[in-house]
């Protein structure tokens, strides 16, 4: 893939492990004592467990967070740095004729990432609290799609879209609502 497409990939995997990691502990889905099993994690935990009492709560984890995203791109930076020296890479022109992945983890932090990966799918993302809401969720797309779909000209301009099917239109209408907008056509339309 091309060096853009590794670092959106690499860049996006960073992002979505630490805010769905801050998310956890602010919706108390896990504490910050169920991350000291991770071994960077504990190390960074360890560090920033003292300051608890004279800072919030909601500050240390934003301080532990940010110093994981630092970790975790200081790994990539030396990675990089490696990768390129190895494949003898002297130019851009070298990366994009390379087939050779240029931006990744150390295999140590790969397998930190791979640790975070699956904490959150056990204590996140399978969580009964997230599951409700994800259910939540679907029941309002459905019965707003159903009932959009009986009457769509009094939801939607239908001539805005004169080349899609009704269904099409009706999706990509509910993917431009805010959550919020979602739930109050749910809470009239039921």
């Known amino acids: 893939s091309s060096l853009e497409a590794q670092i959106a990939s690499i860049s996006d995997d960073i992002a979505y492990n630490s805010h769905d990691l801050e998310d956890g502990l602010k919706a108390n889905l896990f504490k910050l004592d169920d991350l000291l099993n991770i071994p960077i994690l504990n190390k960074v935990i360890n560090k920033h467990i003292k300051k608890i009492k004279k800072n919030s709560i909601d500050l240390v984890i934003r301080q532990i967070i940010r110093e994981i995203i630092n970790e975790m791109v200081s790994d990539i930076i030396i990675s990089i740095k490696k990768n390129i020296r190895i494949n003898q890479i002297r130019n851009l022109n070298d990366i994009y004729k390379s087939d050779k992945i240029i931006v990744c ?44 779909k009986n009457n769509p000209k009094k939801y939607i301009n239908i001539k805005k879209y004169n080349s899609s099917s009704i269904e099409r239109i009706i999706c990509d209408y509910i993917a431009g609502m805010t959550d919020r907008y979602a739930i109050n056509l749910y809470n009239q339309i039921k």
Do not use: C
Request: aromatic fraction near 18%.
């Open 105 to 148: 983890f150390s295999n140590q932090m790969k397998k930190f990432d791979m640790s975070i990966k699956k904490f959150l799918k056990q204590k996140m993302y399978f969580h009964r609290k997230v599951n409700f809401k994800t259910n939540y969720g679907k029941k309002i797309i459905t019965k707003l799609f159903n009932k959009i």
